[in-house]
């Protein structure tokens, strides 16, 4: 079983920066595929912010996060990043970590608030 634990979410004003962190149970890692950052804000649909492969570090942006958001990953530490840059209101959402498995199987975290004031 793969727990994942996100942390760095918080209150931030608009043009400000945050880092969310998310961390793969260490027995685990070497069986993710790739690990990716997913957000929900307020009566709107789950969407992907960002994702990343384990292996060649491609990586894949949403179009409204691209030049903002850098995601990254540390494979020893079983530990992907999402340094946020020049956040906007609308930036405001859970976060949510999400890793894939070889096996095809999705795994998720529990979610961490993100709030961008005006």
């Known amino acids: 079983q793969v727990q994942l634990v996100e942390s760095g979410g918080g209150l931030v004003q608009a043009g400000g920066s945050l880092r969310l962190s998310c961390a793969a149970s260490?027995?685990?890692?070497?069986?993710?595929?790739?690990m990716g950052w997913y957000r929900q804000a307020p009566g709107k649909q789950r969407e992907l912010v960002a994702s990343?492969?384990?292996?060649?570090?491609?990586?894949n942006y949403a179009d409204s996060v691209k030049g903002r958001f850098t995601i990254s990953r540390d494979n020893a530490k079983g530990t992907v990043y999402l340094q946020m840059n020049s956040l906007k209101p609308e930036d405001t959402a859970v976060y949510y970590c999400?890793?894939?498995?070889?096996?095809?199987?999705?795994?998720w975290g529990q979610g961490t608030q993100v709030t961008v004031s005006s």
């Open positions: 999400n890793a894939r498995l070889w096996s095809g199987n999705r795994y």
């Open positions: 260490t027995g685990t890692i070497n069986s993710i595929r790739l």
């Open positions: 990343i492969t384990s292996s060649e570090g491609f990586t």
